[in-house]
């Protein structure tokens, strides 16, 4: 199985402020015959379920605000929200869809410093 | 707009088979584009793939819960369900539907709102 590793667990930022999340694969997720990272990160809100934020490493989801961006390759990976706003409080999670099983990381708990 | 709805007891006894149904609309799930599949969520915990099926009935599921997991699916209703058998409390957890595309194992781009599923006596 590829385990996924967030790091921090919990971030506390102040708003307008950039928050960032790392997660690391214990293999790579890039497929190197279509130079694509097959990494999404999600966000849960309380009460609701994940919503996709990112998928293909970097590709944001239709909908989703541009302050919110991923970066990374291989094992190695960032969720990046340039500008913290109160709605951003959340739990955020990165996921693998390399190979099967399809695993998560344990999530990021974002809160408002 | 695709929506999926989980339905099913919101409480199982132990040692039973726990079983919920995921109803599909604004979408078909015999379509070759997406995986249709079941993910749940201890209270407080993280996320765990339990299994998904492709092509109106290949399933694939994870190793860790294969041994107790089946995935049925009625193409005639749209829909597909989930029977997971000698539950403990271990298996207490919200249950989510979810969509996901055909590209490897796929990200997750829909889900049902979940329905919580409780273990006990």
């Known amino acids: 199985d590829i385990v996924m590793t967030q790091s921090p667990e919990s971030l506390a930022v102040s708003l307008g402020e950039r928050a960032t999340i790392n997660c690391k694969s214990s293999q790579t997720v890039l497929n190197t015959s279509n130079n694509r990272n097959y990494l999404g990160w999600y966000q849960q809100k309380p009460g609701q379920p994940p919503k996709l934020l990112i998928y293909w490493a970097s590709t944001r989801e239709s909908g989703v605000p541009d302050r919110f961006s991923g970066s990374g390759s291989g094992t190695d990976f960032t969720l990046t929200i340039s500008s913290l706003q109160a709605e951003d409080v959340a739990v955020y999670y990165c996921?693998?869809?390399?190979?099967?099983?399809?695993?998560f990381g344990q999530g990021t708990r974002l809160e408002i410093k | 707009q695709l929506q999926l709805l989980e339905s099913g007891p919101g409480l199982v006894e132990p040692s039973e088979t726990l079983s919920l149904a995921c109803s599909v609309s604004?979408?078909?799930?015999?379509?070759?584009?997406?995986?249709w599949g079941w993910i749940r969520q201890p209270p407080g915990k993280g996320l765990e793939w339990i299994g998904s099926f492709y092509d109106s009935g290949t399933t694939f599921y994870n190793p860790s819960l294969k041994s107790r997991v089946t995935i049925h699916v009625d193409t005639s209703k749209n829909q597909f369900s989930l029977k997971l058998n000698s539950v403990t409390a271990a298996d207490t957890a919200v249950y989510y539907c979810?969509?996901?595309?055909?590209?490897?194992?796929?990200?997750?781009?829909?889900w049902g709102q979940g329905t919580l599923v409780t273990v006990s006596s």
């Open positions: 979810v969509r996901h595309l055909r590209y490897n194992y796929g990200y997750f781009d829909f």
């Open positions: 604004g979408g078909s799930i015999s379509s070759n584009t997406y995986f």
């Open positions: 996921q693998q869809y390399y190979s099967t099983p399809i695993t």
